[in-house]
């Protein structure tokens, strides 16, 4: 018997990931100002949202099914209208906010190197689909890595012990970057990050923000170092940012460093607004300088607290 054509299977469900990164691609839109007719680049989306091509492509494809882009055959993505911003932020709070603890709890030593599903169901009270989404998110992230079974690993643990060979190896890095000959900051990218810059410092801080200010943080380094024309200045760059991200998600330097490292930001991206390579090279210096003396600081500070704490603990039996 003929039942009739076939209906076409319903697209699956979008992950809170995908959601976030679309939202996170709408961003980018209103924030380099491009308008209908604009080709949308899934390996440069990739790069500027430090998350690998498969889940901006499928964020891609929530917008189209939402009629905002198109996708044509050896065209790539093209824009057809600019989606509005739907301001996120209370929504990607709890998921950041849950980020935040897992990074406290990693530099606590909390959470061991390799974590199954269930640890973290029972330890954070959340369901397996909820942890599913958190770790998928950091697998993205480069953070976690899966395992057989439903266990995952950790992928911070070296940096955590190399952190000052890290910032000695950018205090080398980043500054050569911005002295390359072939260097040139997009006009479009300029303005975005002095807009996102700017309107950070004015938001409310919460433990959630954190996240929000690492990914910032990120994007601003890589995308000076993508600049640079060299693009293995811009590998390195993004690999110490996938290592570090953890670590930064538990922000213990409070907000006026934020605000500091914020204002450091601006004043290089002034100096190369105005053509001035060599300036900019040597305030990125001193910010890298200073951040690596505010983190060893912190860093001595939390490992005191720790002997402390095992001196004074009694002796078992």
């Known amino acids: 018997m003929d039942s009739g054509p076939s209906q076409p299977t319903p697209p699956a469900s979008p992950s809170a990931l995908h959601l976030e990164l679309a939202e996170r691609i709408t961003r980018l839109i209103h924030g380099e100002g491009l ?19 498969t889940p901006v492509r499928a964020a891609l494809n929530q917008l189209e099914l939402q009629g905002f882009v198109q996708r ?27 980020l935040a603890r897992i990074a406290a709890d990693r530099r606590q030593g909390e959470l061991a190197d390799q974590v199954a599903e269930q ?43 190399a952190q000052p060979e890290s910032y000695r190896f950018r205090l080398v890095v980043e500054p050569a970057a911005i002295l390359e000959p072939a260097f040139e900051l997009p006009p479009k990218w300029t303005q975005h990050m002095q807009a996102a810059h700017e309107a950070f410092v004015a938001k409310r801080w919460t433990r959630a923000s954190a996240v929000a200010f690492f990914e910032m943080n990120a994007a601003f380094h890589e995308g000076l170092a993508k600049a640079s024309g060299n693009r293995f200045f811009f590998e390195a760059v993004q690999r110490l940012n996938r290592l570090r991200r953890l670590s930064n998600y538990d922000w213990q330097h409070g907000r006026a460093r934020v605000n500091i490292s914020c204002q450091e ?22 910010h890298l300088d200073l951040a690596s003396r505010v983190r060893n600081s912190a860093l001595n500070s939390f490992q005191g607290q720790v002997a402390n704490r095992r001196s004074s603990t009694p002796n078992g039996p």
């Open 72 to 98: 044509n055959p050896n065209r790539g993505v093209e824009l057809l209208r600019r989606p509005p911003q739907q301001h996120a932020d209370a929504e990607s709070a709890p998921q950041d906010e849950l």
């Open 119 to 161: 640890d973290l169901m029972l330890a954070y009270g959340l369901t397996r689909v909820a942890v599913k989404q958190v770790l998928s998110r950091l697998a993205d992230l480069g953070v976690v890595e899966r395992k057989l079974g439903y266990r995952w690993k950790f992928v911070d643990h070296a940096y955590s012990q």
């Open 265 to 286: 930001h601006l004043d290089i991206l002034r100096c190369l607004t105005q053509g001035d390579q060599a300036s900019a090279a040597l305030l990125m210096r001193q």
């Open 35 to 53: 308008k209908a007719g604009a080709r949308l680049n899934e390996k440069r989306l990739a790069e500027q949202l430090g998350v690998s091509r």
